[in-house]
């Protein structure tokens, strides 16, 4: 018979709620399959830490926020917002599901064109195009979103070498009634900066001005800060019309929808405080079909989320490393997971529970990663039930920015994994080695043999 497990004696306090024969409910039911995929399976095959995606969620997420808006405006595309997670297979799910790509750097936009997608189905945004970007992107036809006039002064300057004309647009940046205001990108819309943008466009006749573009912020919690945005971009659509006899094909708005994670200080879970992709669409579709449009000229709505569509579609698998008890009383946790490869860490309180069954006894735990900085602290305050050494903790929603803005410090990134709408495993990106960081260093002859006493 296997011993059981020692659970010391704890004080704790009863909170309100629903309860059990236990007491308060616990919200930390072990979770050991993901899509049917078991996660212990997962580690032992690709080791732990692990990202694992769930292929289904995904593509169950891009088709919420698709019907939303589609069945309120009758031209909507989304275009995959690639600085979100540009795994391969991650872009391809989407492009499969119909979206387009956009992109902010060269780099981006060249692994859209060798995923397969067509130069006039990217968006090329972002402050930093060189002038082989920009050439490359009138090569192929691309949709160029003007961030600043260098950008358009050196657009207007290539256009007399260019055989093609570049189709673009210019990003609008705008007081919606969030704060701090998202200015640092395009032209203001209050100021005129914006329309001085648009008549240089098009009176000096060198560039085709197709669409307006704006992002007004991250993690947005209010649906009316986008009806204030559609509103704005409509009204200089609009104005261009009537002042330029000119339509705009398009009115991107950019992405900024909020998951279901829960922001630091936040008194309510994320679930229970984020706007719906109802709400957003709501806001935005209302707002332009009642702008004064024609049913002719009616511009295409874009739409670039990310977070919102591959969020909670991501876990990480991690497994605890050791138990401590703090200088102040405190339980620890050390994992093998740290905010190297989980930088929305710092802003989220990530959601966690044991793969394995766990005892109903919980209690509040700082978890900490393997880092040896201060800093590595993956949740300030959790409750957990008891963990040993090498136990497996799944850490929720973390589908976006961290397998793009992870990075090798200490610790080497891990392998990540998705799981298929058959529950089959695959891998997407294999856990690196050390001799991957050697391969790109060089070593000066003179600094290649030592000799220590």
């Known amino acids: 018979m296997e011993k059981k497990r020692y659970e010391r004696p704890v004080i704790a306090s009863l909170n309100a709620g629903i309860t059990n024969k236990f007491g308060t409910r616990n919200l930390n039911e072990p979770i050991s399959h993901i899509d049917g995929a078991s996660i212990k399976e997962i580690t032992e095959q690709y080791g732990s830490p692990v990202f694992i995606l769930s292929e289904r969620k995904i593509r169950q997420l891009y088709r919420d926020a698709h019907r939303a808006f589609s069945t309120r405006y009758p031209k909507v595309q989304f275009a995959w917002s690639y600085k979100t997670n540009y795994l391969n297979a991650v872009c391809n799910v989407f492009h499969q599901e119909g979206s387009w790509a956009e992109v902010v750097s060269i780099f981006e936009y060249e692994k859209a064109l060798a995923n397969g997608v067509e130069g006039r189905h990217i968006l090329f945004n972002g402050p930093e195009k060189t002038e082989s970007d920009l050439r490359k992107a009138i090569e192929h036809d691309s949709l160029i979103h003007i961030d600043h006039f260098d950008e358009l002064y050196q657009l207007l300057e290539m256009s007399e070498s260019l055989k093609k004309r570049p189709r673009v647009a210019i990003r609008v940046n705008m007081d919606t009634g969030i704060y701090p205001m998202w200015d640092r990108f395009g032209f203001n819309y209050e100021s005129g900066q914006a329309w001085d943008a648009i008549n240089k466009i098009i009176l000096t006749n060198k560039l085709d001005l197709v669409g307006l573009h704006c992002h007004i912020g991250t993690f947005m919690l209010s649906a009316n800060a986008y009806a204030v945005a559609a509103a704005k971009l409509a009204d200089l659509a609009l104005g261009i019309k009537l002042h330029h006899k000119q339509n705009i094909e398009y009115l991107d708005l950019g992405g900024g929808f909020a998951s279901k994670n829960t922001l630091k200080g936040s008194f309510l ?32 709505l874009i739409l670039e989320t990310g977070r919102a569509l591959v969020d909670e579609a991501g876990f990480l698998a991690a497994s605890v490393v050791a138990n401590k008890r703090l200088s102040d009383g405190r339980k620890a946790l050390v994992l093998d997971a740290g905010v190297n490869i989980l930088f929305t860490s710092f802003w989220y309180e990530h959601k966690m529970t044991p793969v394995e069954p766990a005892s109903h ?42 397998m793009t803005q992870w990075m090798q410090f200490i610790a080497m990134r891990p392998a990540v994994v998705m799981v298929d709408q058959e529950g089959k495993t695959h891998l997407l990106r294999r856990a690196e080695k050390t001799d991957d960081l050697n391969a790109m260093e060089s070593m000066p002859e003179h600094l290649q043999s030592f000799s220590l006493a």
């Open 269 to 300: 879970p994320g679930a229970d405080t984020i706007p719906s992709f109802d709400d957003y669409a709501e806001a935005i579709c209302g707002t332009l079909l009642n702008a004064g449009f024609t049913r002719e000229n009616l511009p295409m």
């Open 361 to 402: 006894h919980t209690e509040a735990s700082v978890v900490y990663g393997p880092l040896c900085m201060n800093i590595d602290v993956v949740r300030e305050s959790v409750t957990l039930p008891p963990l040993r050494k090498n136990d497996l903790v799944l850490i929720h929603t973390v589908g976006a920015y961290n």
